[in-house]
């Protein structure tokens, strides 16, 4: 069952985490774009993705939001990855409630809806585990890290296209993965044979993605995702600068004592905070 709701929604609370098709097919994969030739990227990404044998035990459903959430996912990009990047948000994975909701790294719906601006028709994933449903842009319930990081963006950048002139948001791995309980799974737990085969492609597929935007910074967005591309980038044979920003989540003790403080320090401490001000963030753009 297909369907986008259309009905304005409230601001939710944040709770705990846990055209004819043809012609917009041909548009997705226009090189002549920046933003065209990053879906390209994304979409051979997801093909090779697919071709990965099964995750196996405590796997038991997969989505892939850069499928049936490709609507709005391609809104973003063709929204705000127009133009080069000098610096690189980087997450993890999908969360439940964000990006497996809205296609939108850190997409919290609220945010991505009415503060991005971000249009597009989800549909269902193959198999949705019932306790996890995909209700697309209507969904009602906020997934604390992507409202705060979002919720930190949106302050320091009113309008959201003084973020995006500089800066773009990327999740190392676009698949979401739940137990059989609807638990979600990170890709450290899943298998080792797996997971290696999984963080190859994203690894690979990162270190194009920060060729093609011309990125001098990466911020992970947490250790996974630091980790993950210091090593994808050195394995490239990339000089690219990368550093790290405490994780939102509610699952880190750090986060629930004042993240936005700390993450708008540390981005002053990167020379992040000048460049979005427009003070030159001479550091930042010059990967040093």
């Given at each position: 069952?297909?369907?986008?709701?259309?009905?304005?929604?409230?601001?939710?609370?944040?709770?705990?985490?846990?055209?004819?098709?043809?012609?917009?097919?041909?548009?997705?994969?226009?090189?002549?774009?920046?933003?065209?030739?990053?879906?390209?990227l994304?979409?051979?990404?997801?093909?090779?993705?697919?071709?990965?044998?099964?995750?196996?035990?405590?796997?038991?459903?997969?989505?892939?939001?850069?499928?049936?959430?490709?609507?709005?996912?391609?809104?973003?990009?063709?929204?705000?990855?127009?133009?080069?990047?000098?610096?690189?948000?980087?997450?993890?994975?999908?969360?439940?409630?964000?990006?497996?909701?809205?296609?939108?790294?850190?997409?919290?719906?609220?945010?991505?809806?009415?503060?991005?601006?971000?249009?597009?028709?989800?549909?269902?994933?193959?198999?949705?585990?019932?306790?996890?449903?995909?209700?697309?842009?209507?969904c009602?319930?906020?997934?604390v890290?992507?409202?705060?990081?979002?919720?930190?963006?949106?302050?320091?950048?009113?309008?959201?296209?003084?973020f995006?002139?500089?800066?773009?948001?990327?999740?190392?791995?676009?698949?979401?993965?739940?137990?059989?309980?609807?638990?979600?799974?990170?890709?450290?737990?899943?298998?080792?044979?797996?997971?290696?085969?999984?963080?190859?492609?994203?690894?690979?597929?990162?270190?194009?993605?920060?060729?093609?935007?011309?990125?001098?910074?990466?911020?992970?967005?947490?250790?996974?995702?630091?980790?993950?591309?210091?090593?994808?980038?050195?394995?490239?044979?990339?000089?690219?600068?990368?550093?790290?920003?405490?994780?939102?989540?509610?699952?880190?003790?750090?986060?629930?004592?004042?993240?936005?403080?700390?993450a708008?320090?540390?981005?002053?401490?990167?020379?992040?905070?000048?460049?979005?001000?427009?003070e030159?963030?001479?550091?930042?753009?010059?990967?040093?």
């Open positions: 069952m297909e369907g986008t709701v259309t009905e304005p929604v409230a601001e939710p609370v944040p709770v705990a985490e846990e055209e004819e098709e043809e012609d917009e097919e041909e548009e997705d994969e226009d090189e002549g774009d920046l933003a065209g030739r990053f879906l390209r994304e979409k051979e990404q997801e093909a090779l993705l697919r071709a990965l044998p099964p995750f196996g035990d405590p796997v038991s459903h997969v989505y892939r939001p850069l499928d049936y959430a490709w609507e709005p996912h391609c809104d973003f990009v063709r929204r705000y990855c127009r133009t080069p990047k000098r610096v690189l948000f980087l997450g993890m994975n999908p969360g439940p409630f964000g990006m497996a909701q809205t296609g939108v790294p850190f997409g919290e719906a609220w945010h991505v809806r009415e503060w991005l601006g971000v249009v597009g028709g989800v549909k269902k994933p193959p198999r949705e585990h019932p306790k996890r449903p995909v209700l697309g842009l209507s009602r319930r906020a997934e890290s992507g409202a705060r990081f979002w919720g930190l963006v949106r302050t320091l950048c009113p309008d959201p296209h003084l995006f002139r500089h800066c773009f948001v990327y999740n190392h791995c676009p698949l979401l993965f739940l137990a059989a309980s609807g638990r979600n799974l990170t890709p450290t737990d899943l298998p080792p044979a797996t997971r290696d085969l999984l963080m190859g492609v994203c690894d690979r597929a990162l270190a194009r993605a920060v060729g093609l935007l011309g990125v001098g910074l990466v911020v992970g967005v947490g250790r996974f995702a630091e980790r993950r591309a210091r090593r994808a980038l050195a394995a490239a044979g990339m000089a690219v600068r990368v550093e790290g920003l405490p994780h939102p989540s509610p699952r880190n003790p750090r986060a629930n004592r004042g993240w936005e403080e700390l708008k320090a540390r981005l002053g401490e990167l020379g992040v905070l000048e460049l979005l001000r427009g030159g963030g001479a550091t930042a753009a010059a990967g040093k």
